[in-house]
């Protein structure tokens, strides 16, 4: 066993839900993503206002993890739970988990020159022969990416796989992660993950949109020629219009039994017109729009906006806005053993909106705080684009 990997080692499996940012999310157990740490987003998490609390995953602790590589040459991560911290619910040998998953472990996560898009390129053979061994039957889903153009796989009979299929966007960040992990650290290194909870563990299939929110992307830290690019990102996207712009979705398709998915460079090229057709999408099940969805979500979002507007100080730079509910509707008296009873009127669990990605956030008091003088009042460009997006899903229930 390597430093600090007792009883309680939890074999890291990338989070196949990751639609958005490039931190390398990675699931811990069903209810628990732990990312790596960074001092300004733990701090945040640490004096978390009372009222913005229903508004972020919540905070679980600190979990040490290291790079671990077999004979073959594979690496994997492992987890040992820290003094204090909560103890592993999932233990190495009950983390097995789904098939699929592990499959990404497999593989070889070989590093290829190329920056942002310097993707998985596996030959279809290759694909196909090992994911048949590990989960027949199963898929990796259709994507926007540029995944490899073969890497869409059939079940061994050629038939078209089950429903369930997985956003590669995770993989892709993972192994990002572990190409600058193994070069950057030895085996042995332990390096500091948040834990944090798994905001979409409830849901069955979850349909995700990840949205960067506010006018200004870069955080006070950030160097000229940063900052420079951030600026460059926003002008030429939505975030400057409206104070939002796509990051990434995953959209559960009723006709298909498909997640379709966007990543984070097909949202930067939208129009504001474009942005519109997004968040209908987002809402379609490839059948019709989900107009139930509509007021719960609109509800919940105007309550965000209240906690925001009262926030003194705050700025929440690069941050992301999730709009979560899940892609098989439950219908109503039928299903009795669903874990979703229909409540009176809307049902608060149908729809969930969260905060995260902290990392660049600055508040007065902040612990990490690199802005020399705090802000006053409360974050206009974050208010401005909420503000635009409650009005683009208002014109939409009215049918504009």
């Known amino acids: 066993?390597?430093?600090?990997?007792?009883?309680?080692?939890?074999?890291?499996?990338?989070?196949?839900?990751?639609?958005g940012g490039h931190a390398s999310m990675l699931t811990y157990d069903e209810h628990t993503i732990c990312k790596p740490l960074v001092s300004q987003e733990l701090s945040f998490y640490e004096s978390l206002p009372l009222a913005m609390r229903q508004f972020t995953p919540q905070y679980k602790g600190i979990v040490s993890v290291h790079l671990k590589k077999d004979s073959l040459g594979?690496?994997?991560?492992?987890?040992?739970?820290?003094?204090g911290q909560p103890d592993a619910c999932g233990r190495l040998d009950s983390a097995g988990g789904d098939p699929a998953v592990t499959l990404w472990h497999k593989c070889k996560w070989a590093s290829s020159a190329g920056g942002e898009h310097g993707l998985v390129k596996w030959s279809h053979a290759q694909v196909t022969k090992t994911?048949?061994?590990?989960c027949p039957g199963k898929m990796l889903l259709r994507t926007d990416l540029q995944y490899h153009a073969d890497s869409l796989l059939e079940d061994a009979n050629g038939k078209q796989p089950e429903r369930k299929s997985y956003n590669p966007w995770g993989?892709?960040?993972?192994?990002?992660?572990?190409?600058?992990?193994?070069?950057?650290?030895?085996?042995?290194?332990?390096?500091?993950?948040?834990l944090l909870e798994n905001v979409v563990s409830k849901y069955r299939y979850p349909c995700i949109l990840d949205l960067k929110m506010g006018t200004r992307q870069h955080?006070?830290?950030?160097?000229?020629?940063?900052?420079?690019?951030?600026?460059?990102?926003?002008?030429?996207?939505?975030?400057?219009s409206l104070g939002v712009r796509v990051c990434g979705m995953q959209v559960y398709q009723a006709d298909t039994g498909h997640f379709l998915c966007k990543d984070k460079y097909y949202g930067?090229?939208?129009s504001p017109e474009g942005f519109r057709q997004a968040l209908r999408q987002?809402?379609?099940?490839?059948?019709?729009?989900?107009?139930?969805?509509?007021?719960?979500?609109i509800l919940r979002l105007k309550a965000l906006l209240s906690v925001i507007r009262k926030q003194s100080s705050y700025r929440f730079y690069s941050s992301s806005l999730l709009i979560i509910y899940d892609g098989q509707e439950h219908k109503e008296g039928a299903d009795h053993h669903l874990p979703f009873p229909k409540a009176h009127g809307t049902n608060p669990s149908r729809v969930d909106v969260r905060m995260i990605d902290f990392a660049h956030t600055t508040f007065k008091g902040s612990k990490s705080n690199p802005s020399p003088t705090p802000y006053d009042g409360p974050d206009h460009g974050y208010i401005f684009g909420l503000e635009n997006l409650i009005k683009i899903l208002q014109n939409l229930s009215e049918g504009k």
């Open 268 to 270: 930067r090229k939208l």
């Open 74 to 83: 594979n690496l994997t991560l492992i987890a040992s739970p820290g003094l």
């Open 282 to 297: 987002f809402l379609s099940n490839g059948n019709q729009l989900r107009t139930d969805l509509l007021e719960p979500i």
């Open 219 to 240: 955080g006070d830290d950030a160097s000229e020629e940063k900052k420079a690019r951030h600026i460059k990102k926003c002008e030429q996207s939505t975030s400057a």
């Open 1 to 19: 066993l390597g430093p600090g990997e007792g009883r309680a080692a939890v074999l890291l499996q990338p989070f196949v839900h990751q639609v």
């Open 131 to 134: 994911f048949k061994d590990s």
């Open 171 to 194: 993989l892709h960040c993972h192994r990002q992660h572990l190409n600058r992990m193994s070069s950057k650290h030895n085996e042995n290194k332990l390096q500091q993950f948040l």
